[in-house]
């Protein structure tokens, strides 16, 4: 029994090519930016050492729209010199499912991550049914032992559904009363967005994913977590492919929740 579990998200992440599987909204625009995101060990271990060396294990919710990309762009665009790796972990599936899957521990090794963001907790979609964390809090300590900060990941809200969020964020906040890490507000900040912005849409054509303009928000969390600078140090950044106005609307929505909310213990 699936117990009304979302299985329908896609996890293709094992390289960046696969984006176009689960979401081609504006891909093209935010993978070009830079060089492509590495995901197999042996190109993991091969980057040269950057300043800020960021990991992403989860699902096609942390690849589709060039996500890590993004997240490097604005680190390395906010301070003149700074250089930002952001890689994925190969393969795909839920967080208890890379357990002892010889793949992720592999990457969370391969280098001296200074951030890893941790996505693709189990949740029951109409909130009825409980998911164990376990692994979640597992992943969490392993983390923590090679001296990298851990940062939960809670997905954004379906199109439409306007309670997910906020239960989604609770989940992960239970997680992290468990075992200490950090919680992007993701899901707040994209309620607060679609209320503030209803013309900017967020959402891939499948009501799951995120378009650019939705990743590009991600991003903004992301940046404000790892720098601890507001988003609105940021200028416009056309390479991008998000219209100025755009960009400053989003960044004022993310502004908020980095002036209101502490996502790290």
């Given at each position: 029994?699936?117990?009304?579990l979302?299985?329908?998200?896609?996890?293709a992440?094992?390289?960046?090519?696969?984006?176009?599987g689960?979401?081609?909204d504006g891909?093209?625009?935010?993978?070009?930016?830079?060089?492509?995101?590495?995901?197999?060990?042996?190109?993991?271990?091969a980057?040269p050492?950057?300043?800020?060396e960021v990991?992403?294990?989860?699902?096609?919710?942390?690849?589709a729209n060039?996500?890590?990309?993004l997240?490097?762009i604005l680190?390395?665009?906010?301070?003149?010199g700074?250089?930002?790796?952001?890689?994925?972990?190969?393969?795909?599936?839920?967080?208890?499912?890379?357990?002892?899957?010889?793949v992720?521990?592999?990457?969370?090794?391969?280098r001296?991550w200074?951030?890893?963001?941790?996505?693709?907790?189990?949740?029951?979609?109409?909130g009825?049914?409980?998911?164990?964390?376990l692994?979640?809090?597992?992943?969490?300590?392993?983390?923590?032992?090679?001296?990298?900060?851990?940062?939960?990941f809670?997905?954004?809200?379906r199109y439409?559904?306007?309670?997910?969020?906020?239960?989604?964020?609770d989940?992960?906040l239970?997680i992290?009363?468990?075992?200490?890490?950090?919680?992007a507000?993701?899901?707040l900040?994209?309620d607060?967005s679609i209320?503030?912005?209803?013309?900017?849409?967020?959402?891939?054509v499948?009501g799951n994913?995120?378009?650019?303009?939705?990743?590009?928000?991600?991003?903004?969390?992301?940046?404000?977590?790892?720098s601890?600078q507001?988003?609105?140090?940021?200028?416009?950044?056309p390479e991008?492919?998000?219209?100025?106005?755009?960009?400053?609307k989003?960044?004022?929505?993310?502004?908020d929740?980095?002036n209101l909310h502490?996502?790290?213990?």
């Open positions: 029994m699936l117990k009304m979302n299985m329908t998200r896609c996890f992440l094992s390289i960046i090519v696969s984006l176009s689960c979401s081609s891909a093209t625009a935010a993978n070009s930016a830079k060089t492509n995101v590495p995901s197999h060990v042996s190109d993991l271990a980057m050492v950057a300043d800020y990991l992403f294990i989860g699902n096609s919710h942390s690849s060039g996500l890590p990309n997240v490097a680190l390395e665009s906010a301070e003149s700074k250089t930002a790796n952001a890689a994925l972990a190969a393969g795909y599936g839920f967080l208890d499912e890379r357990v002892n899957d010889g992720t521990e592999e990457a969370l090794k391969a001296q200074t951030h890893v963001f941790l996505q693709a907790q189990k949740y029951s979609t109409t009825r049914y409980f998911y164990p964390t692994a979640a809090q597992t992943w969490i300590k392993s983390v923590k032992s090679l001296y990298a900060l851990p940062i939960m809670p997905e954004w809200p439409a559904n306007k309670e997910e969020g906020q239960r989604i964020f989940l992960h239970s992290v009363s468990q075992e200490a890490a950090c919680v507000p993701v899901g900040v994209w607060a209320k503030r912005h209803p013309d900017i849409k967020l959402h891939a499948d994913h995120s378009n650019l303009n939705g990743a590009l928000l991600t991003a903004y969390v992301f940046f404000q977590i790892i601890t507001p988003a609105n140090v940021l200028e416009y950044i991008i492919g998000v219209n100025e106005v755009i960009q400053a989003l960044k004022a929505v993310a502004l929740f980095h502490l996502p790290c213990p």
